[in-house]
């Protein structure tokens, strides 16, 4: 990871610049982005409109990344892109001396491959933070801040403002500013950015909300006071309570996008079809089994919620692993009282946290009435989670989207079976 925007912008220059060639709501956020992008598009789609959807990090295969109305890009034209992007690569190290690094690559990839299928619309979200992520060497139509809490601050910074600072960093002049919650350090740099660079913006709570959430099954009822126009009874079919906010935050960046109220019968249309894999999703019963990519303390704080209010009194055995630079002291402690039984694991990743260091902080957090093991190994851990798990019980798979990839075909299988 090398933040920067000069070798993206050097390598889309050659390639005649894709990202110019169709509108792009640009999507950033410590938590919901992915699934905020995901509805967006679904709206978006159900409008009529072709449009392409650039997310990351993919869950189990790299093609996931790349998306055109919902349909993910094949293997085969996954390769094509690859393959029609590495000159401009191999030109931009020829040149320069410098190699775009993965994460670039892809993006670049994602641009150009939405040029040639000439979307009119593509939804891009922000791979981290967002001032000198690849994906801001475009500019957006609609620049979207889902939240902001303090995550991965060996980049973005130690405060609340310097991270808002780097992610509010997408905002351009001559486009429009979506805001979910905001703490009262990142609101004030919002402000600040919106009459710095001179933009309008939509604040969640002021200028759109979720007017009512009722449960429903396999996910929730809402009705949404949006930018333009009221829209009622959508039926939004992801589980937790947080979607409902990216919900709301989704529908004002499409009004944003269309300058105008969305049509009543594609909105609910669009909603309806929204999916989310790896976000609180059920993948079984008997006994239930979710996958769930929090992957930050913030995060592990809505999933404790989400589980509390849609799953009370289950007893859960959690398998959990994350990367390095988290802090799973306060992850653990928003697992206190929802762990039954805690199996920690590794995913695949040169960046993942020592399982057995992981074990030692969580007694400490959970205490001694919190069953914790050590598994090496993603599959190994499912299995014996499995294993030690009632029928009428639960598992959930957590810690990081890393985890929830590997996770998600195993349980599947599982509740194939």
Not at 354 to 372: H, V
């Amino acid at each position: 990871m090398r933040p920067g925007l000069e070798r993206t912008r050097v390598m889309l220059d050659y390639m005649a610049n894709p990202q110019d060639a169709y509108p792009i709501v640009h999507i950033t956020g410590s938590n919901g982005k992915t699934s905020t992008s995901r509805i967006a598009a679904s709206i978006v789609s159900a409008h009529g409109l072709a449009v392409g959807s650039f997310t990351s990090p993919h869950l189990e295969r790299v093609e996931e990344r790349l998306g055109v109305n919902g349909h993910h890009a094949s293997p085969e034209s996954f390769a094509e892109a690859v393959a029609d992007v590495a000159p401009f690569a191999d030109l931009l190290e020829e040149r320069t001396g410098d190699r775009p690094t993965y994460f670039e690559l892809t993006a670049a990839m994602a641009f150009a491959w939405f040029a040639e299928r000439a979307v009119d619309v593509g939804v891009v979200e922000v791979g981290l933070g967002g001032r000198l992520d690849a994906t801001n060497a475009a500019d957006a139509t609609v620049a979207v801040v889902t939240g902001i809490s303090k995550e991965h601050m060996n980049v973005l910074g130690s405060t609340i403002t310097e991270i808002a600072r780097e992610k509010l960093g997408i905002v351009k002049a001559g486009s429009v500013l979506v805001t979910g919650p905001l703490p009262g350090d990142a609101e004030i740099e919002a402000e600040r950015v919106t009459a710095e660079v001179g933009v309008q913006r939509w604040k969640y709570d002021r200028d759109f909300s979720v007017r009512d959430a009722r449960l429903a099954v396999g996910g929730w009822t809402v009705d949404v006071d949006g930018v333009f126009e009221t829209y009622e009874d959508l039926v939004l079919p992801l589980h937790g309570r947080y979607q409902t906010r990216n919900l709301a935050v989704a529908i004002a960046a499409v009004e944003s996008l269309f300058g105008r109220p969305l049509d009543q019968d594609a909105l609910r249309e669009g909603v309806a079809s929204a999916s989310s894999p790896g976000r609180l999703e059920v993948l079984g019963h008997r006994p239930l089994l979710i996958v769930d990519g929090s992957h930050n303390e913030e995060g592990m704080g809505v999933l404790a919620s989400a589980l509390d209010e849609e799953f009370p009194s289950m007893s859960w055995t959690v398998v959990f692993g994350v990367l390095g630079d988290k802090n799973v002291d306060g992850m653990f402690d928003h697992l206190q009282g929802i762990a039954t039984r805690l199996v920690v694991t590794a995913p695949e990743s040169s960046r993942a946290a020592d399982p057995s260091a992981l074990a030692g902080i969580a007694r400490q957090r959970l205490g001694p009435d919190t069953e914790i093991l050590v598994i090496p190994g993603v599959e190994s851990a499912i299995r014996e989670a499995l294993r030690l798990t009632g029928p009428d019980d639960a598992l959930i798979a957590t810690g990081s989207l890393y985890l929830a990839g590997e996770a998600r075909p195993i349980l599947k299988e599982v509740a194939n079976e």
